[in-house]
């Protein structure tokens, strides 16, 4: 078991910036790579963007520069900054690991609101 506690997310205007952290615990060794997904009201969940413990990461087309994804293998956690960000990009965010095993763990979601 792998458990995701994130922070970060709130309001803020659009072109503003915000940063969201997750960190898992439990069954760390079992990490194949970490990441966060996004879902608006209405719509299917989509890929934000995801990293290996190596680094390599892969970003959802949306976000494609303004958003970058880092990890710090040491603490187990990853990091979502969010740069330029608009109406568009609100949603509630989920961390989200996989495994070597091919499971899947989501956090609980935090909610990201850009007012235009």
């Known amino acids: 078991q792998v458990q995701l506690v994130e922070f970060g997310g709130g309001l803020v205007q659009a072109g503003g910036s915000l940063r969201l952290s997750c960190t898992a615990s439990?069954?760390?060794?079992?990490?194949?790579?970490m990441g966060w997904y996004r879902q608006a009201p209405g719509k299917q969940r989509e890929l934000a963007a995801t990293i290996t413990r190596a680094g390599s990461t892969n970003y959802g087309d949306s976000v494609k520069g303004r958003f970058t994804i880092s990890n710090d293998n040491a603490k187990n956690t990853v990091y979502l900054q969010m740069n330029n960000l608009k109406p568009e990009d609100t949603a509630v965010y989920y961390c989200n690991v996989h495994t070597f095993y091919g499971v899947n763990y989501w956090g609980q979601g935090t909610q990201v609101t850009v007012s235009s």
């Open positions: 439990g069954s760390i060794f079992s990490i194949n790579d």
